[in-house]
């Protein structure tokens, strides 16, 4: 047989597949339909963090090696973003203007189909989820360099949200502006994270530079689009939605800079066996007090992630701490441990258990 004539089989072949894969999508947006009638009579959430991340877990062990993870993922999210959509407008809270990192980690996470409510500061993002603007909403927590968005983690403190998930997206900066030339930069603006994370780069190539901070880097390209003079840190979808001119390519001083985004809202993440459970507590200022805080997770046999120590705000040298570890509350041993760290703790706040984000490499 020749090769034009294989092809042509091969093609009929691909058009068949596609026409069942299309009557699946069909049955399936059905069902989508008739289960989102069943959950606004029963006051349920439409969005539940721990049913999807099953399925992807699930449809990841079928696929093996067939398609990337990271393909096989981008297609269900998109088939999830959809259904969603046909049981009811889905909104999602984050930072804006369009273009920003949150913006990306916003669509990546939960498709085109979802209508991203674009907001000026991460205060606002949790105000209006909180008031039920947004079903969700999402929110930088922290950079795999520069640390902790601490904005971020005082708001738990301020409203009843609680995470439902997280995801992370990889960060690549690159200089915009309208000039085609670097010289002719006098200001750089950016969000203040982005400005760190660029710091080496700046300091080789502008160093005499005005820095300008802003509320994200979206924000940033937006006022370069009105200074001739200006450049802002941003990245390669800001230059193609406000026409900018990238001047340098990758200026941030690491490879492996990564975002980690929390997902929050007000319902409850169910378990999936792959969990985190995020948690704020309070210590009193007496000898011992952080072993009394450790101590229940060794005994337990719970592995901690994240360890992080800040001021209260309210007395000079005491302190609260952010803790993630491994696990769901759902789980005996998890509420065991909190139950003991409770009798040794001022005051304990669960953030939220959700499943663990797959980290991109």
């Given amino acids: 047989m020749k090769t034009v004539d294989t092809l042509e089989t091969k093609r009929e072949e691909i058009e068949k597949i596609d026409d069942g894969i299309m009557q699946l999508l069909v049955q399936r947006a059905k069902l989508s339909r008739e289960i989102g009638a069943l959950k606004r009579k029963e006051g349920l959430d439409i969005y539940s963090t721990g049913r999807e991340e099953k399925i992807l877990t699930r449809l990841l062990e079928i696929n093996g090696n067939a398609l990337p993870p990271q393909s096989l993922t981008a297609i269900f999210r998109e088939i999830f973003s959809a259904s969603r959509a046909l049981q009811k407008p889905f909104i999602v809270a984050t930072l ?6 949150s913006y990306l980690a916003s669509r990546k996470h939960f498709g085109k189909s979802a209508s991203l409510l674009l907001l000026p500061d991460i205060r606002a993002i949790f105000e209006e989820t909180q008031k039920g603007k947004a079903d969700v909403g999402v929110v930088p927590a922290e950079n795999s360099l520069e640390g902790v968005v601490n904005i971020t983690m005082d708001m738990f403190s301020e409203t009843s949200l609680k995470i439902m998930g997280e995801c992370y997206l990889r960060v690549s900066h690159h200089l915009l502006s309208q000039s085609h030339r670097l010289e002719e930069i006098t200001h750089i603006c950016s969000h203040p994270q982005a400005i760190a994370q660029c710091r080496n780069w700046l300091t080789a190539n502008l160093p005499h530079a005005t820095i300008v901070e802003t509320e994200s880097t979206a924000k940033a390209a937006l006022i370069a689009t009105k200074e001739p003079h200006y450049a802002a840190i941003a990245n390669e979808l800001a230059a193609e939605v406000y026409s900018l001119q990238k001047l340098a390519e990758a200026i941030e001083d690491s490879a492996q800079n990564t975002t980690r985004f929390f997902i929050i809202g007000r319902g409850k993440s169910e378990a999936t066996g792959n969990d985190k459970t995020s948690l704020i507590i309070g ?8 072993h009394n805080i450790l101590e229940p997770f060794a005994a337990y046999q719970i592995n901690l992630t994240r360890l992080e120590s800040r001021p209260t705000k309210m007395r000079a040298w005491e302190y609260i701490f ?16 909190l ?11 669960v953030l939220g258990s959700y499943p663990i984000g797959e980290q991109e490499l």
Wanted: charged share 15%; with cysteine.
């Fill in 283 to 290: 210590a009193p200022h007496v000898p011992g007090a952080l």
């Fill in 322 to 337: 952010y803790i993630d570890f491994e696990g769901h509350t759902d789980k005996r041993e998890v509420m065991n441990c």
């Fill in 339 to 349: 139950q003991t760290l409770s009798q040794n703790t001022s005051f304990l706040k």
């Fill in 96 to 101: 804006g203007p369009q273009a920003s990192f």
